[in-house]
């Protein structure tokens, strides 16, 4: 095979376009190396750059701007066997730079093409990560605000092995290339090239213009030395042979029968340190116990230790297809921070509706059965009145009985803390 050029789709980059060497370097790269397309895949990002994948037989993934290293991380390491090549425009760069630190980071075996031309070249010619900041552009004077990155510097900083810079009229460039390829980690190479349609027509910029600047760039670490290491990929699937295998998960068997059949639907409202997710959890489990399908869905503020908690749980014996709760069976209603934030529910339960409330919550007018229940007379904690307040509604059988809830308790807690659950719904039941 003397090329893996897509012969049925040839590459449309503009007259003296630097890709396009990019392309026809990239393709002699890898035929040198006696790759198939099979060995190889190309993940491009978006952009004139993005458009490499199209043009090569091989194995292609185009993804979203700036991400395209995300897609080539998984890519490889679900394949390890295959060379991964990304492609990217200055463009890409800039808007995908963390997703580049990421990767300098990890290290792992992609090799990064970043197709340099310090420009949006395909969107109008608006400055980049990269642009100088005495060029003229299309956006005006925004790069003379803004110092340019130079992404070897950064890369080599973050982690990475191997950073080459090049021009894309260098006789060597194939080497270079190959060089990047075999590296056994992350590579990155940033290729200067030129931009006839949108840079050039306001920038003086030629192959030996960037020859020159080239040169004039100090050296560039050893970064092959300073940031030696092994592989990602190598490194993770060597730790993860040193774990022991999961535990097959928890099969709930359906040993009780559910109080009613059809869909059950039960709102916990409550404040922050009242243990309402962990209530809800229980109802699915008991739930499950009963052969029943169950979902939850919570709500809390990022402070999770203070403000609202709330807990939505269906229990059906079909399928549940939506997880939207209107009109819930059952409502429990333990701190004014949970009724403030359902107070439209609840003002609209329709009379089939039953509320379990702790007493000195207020609630506005329903027309549901309002249960009031004094845990604090009961010398219950705020931290326990959602597990009491679940064996009440077993002692009233509804949506769960009380074989469900011992079913949860034993499926959920630890000896010691089933214990502690057991006084606490023990003086549950007694106030049901």
Known sequence: MDSLLNASRPAVFCPGCSHDKVLHALDKTL??????????????????????????????????????LTYATGIKMARPD????????????????????????????LTLLVLNN???????????????????????????LEKPVDICQVAGAAGA????????????????LKAAITFDGFSLVDIWGVCPSRYTRRNKLTPEAIEADLARLP????FKTQNARMEYGKAYRQEAAKLSD??????????????????????????????????????????????????????????VMKGH???????????????????????IALASEGVNRRKKMLAALSPQSVVIKAAGVE???????????????????????????????????????????????????????????MAVTNIGIQIG
């Open 31 to 68: 035929i040198d190396m006696g790759d198939t397309g099979n060995d190889v895949v190309i993940v491009t990002d978006i952009g004139c750059s993005g458009l490499l994948d199209t043009f090569f037989n091989t194995h292609a993934f185009h993804g979203l701007h700036g991400r395209a």
């Open 82 to 109: 295959l060379k991964v090549i990304v492609t990217m425009g200055d463009g890409g760069l800039g808007i995908g730079c963390a997703h580049v630190l990421s990767t300098c980071r990890r290290n792992i075996d």
């Open 118 to 144: 310090f420009n949006y070249g395909m969107t109008g010619g608006q400055c980049s990560f990269t642009t100088p900041q005495d060029a003229v552009v299309g956006s005006g004077f925004l790069n003379r």
């Open 161 to 176: 092995g191997m950073v080459l810079r090049v021009s894309t009229y260098q006789k060597d460039l194939v080497e270079a």
């Open 219 to 222: 050296d560039l670490p050893d």
């Open 246 to 303: 999961p535990p097959d998960p928890v099969r709930i068997e359906a040993t009780c029968v559910p109080p009613q059949t059809g869909r059950q639907e039960v709102v916990i409202i409550g404040g922050a340190g009242q243990r309402i997710i962990t209530a809800g959890e229980l109802l699915c489990l008991a739930g499950a116990s009963a052969g029943c399908h169950a979902t939850q869905k919570n709500d809390y503020p990022i402070t």
């Open 309 to 331: 908690s709330v807990s939505e749980v269906i229990l059906s014996d079909v399928a549940v297809g939506y997880t939207g709760i209107e009109d819930p069976s059952v409502v």
């Open 363 to 421: 609630l506005p007018d329903c027309r549901a059965t309002v249960i009031e229940v004094d845990f604090k007379a009961h010398q219950i904690k705020s931290r326990d009145w959602a597990l009491a307040a679940l064996a009440v509604l077993a002692r009233q059988n509804k949506a769960l009985t009380m074989e469900m809830l011992m079913a949860a308790l034993t499926l959920r807690f630890k000896k010691s803390v089933f214990e502690m659950a």
